[in-house]
């Protein structure tokens, strides 16, 4: 079994140590590294080439929002999560925007941070619902709507299908969950999901539920 490589990133040397014994369990999951702040972190991704970090917010020497779109920028293929307190909304937006493919609360359950750092690495997101929603709602009071014409246009590129897994996405949902909801299957959705952000032009399932947002189309 091909183990996912692990790379965490807190200022607290005991929550790392936390995650560490709490990851280590995990027989598909390998902790490659470890990094007090974003700088380090940025080194430590060119050096132990992770699959997956868990990436803190605020930190020393550089934030956490501002690392995500650096290690992005030069390794498009590493996920991010972000794994932080929820009052810092600002910064976990800006993660987003930056590329981070799902947010985490620290308080969670071990099981849920093991579901997301699955999901991510298999390219999709994890969102827990009430973060969603809260999302969601933060971009529709920070993001103008455009003109009913421009967004209209790019909703009427969606077939019926397509607009329906995007609400589904905004939702925080996972590939299986949309299939369940929708009644079709993963692969299905997995196409579905393809051409959703080719046509918004986005890398990841996050972006394109910020760019729909942004466009008022949810």
Not at 3 to 18: H, N, P, S, T, Y
Not at 61 to 80: C, D, H, Q
Not at 125 to 148: I, M, Y
Request: proline residues 5%; glycine residues 8%; neutral net charge.
């Amino acid at each position: 079994m091909k183990k996912l490589r692990l790379l965490l990133v807190d200022d607290q040397a005991m929550f790392r140590e936390g995650l560490r014994l709490t990851l280590g369990q995990q027989p598909d999951f390998e902790v490659v590294g470890e990094a007090g702040d974003g700088l380090a972190a940025i080194e430590s991704v060119r050096r132990a080439a992770p699959d997956v970090v868990l990436m803190d917010l605020r930190m020393p020497n550089l934030g956490g929002a501002e690392a995500t779109r650096r290690i992005k920028a030069e390794t498009p293929s590493v996920k991010v999560i972000i794994l932080t307190t929820f009052e810092e909304d600002e910064e976990v937006f800006s993660a987003l925007r930056a590329g981070a493919s799902g947010y985490l609360l620290k308080a969670s359950p071990s099981g849920k941070l093991c579901e997301a750092i699955r999901l991510a690495a298999r390219g999709e997101t994890w969102l827990q619902p009430s973060v969603a929603a809260k999302l969601v709602a933060e971009f529709a009071r920070l993001a103008p709507r455009p003109p009913a014409s421009r967004a209209g246009g790019v909703f009427e590129v969606l077939s019926p299908r397509e607009q329906e897994v995007l609400l589904c996405l905004a939702d925080g949902m996972s590939n299986k969950e949309i299939g369940r909801r929708l009644a079709i299957s993963e692969g299905t959705v997995k196409n579905h999901m393809s051409q959703v952000l080719g046509k918004l032009n986005v890398l990841d399932r996050t972006q394109a539920a910020l760019r729909a947002r942004e466009l008022g189309l949810l």
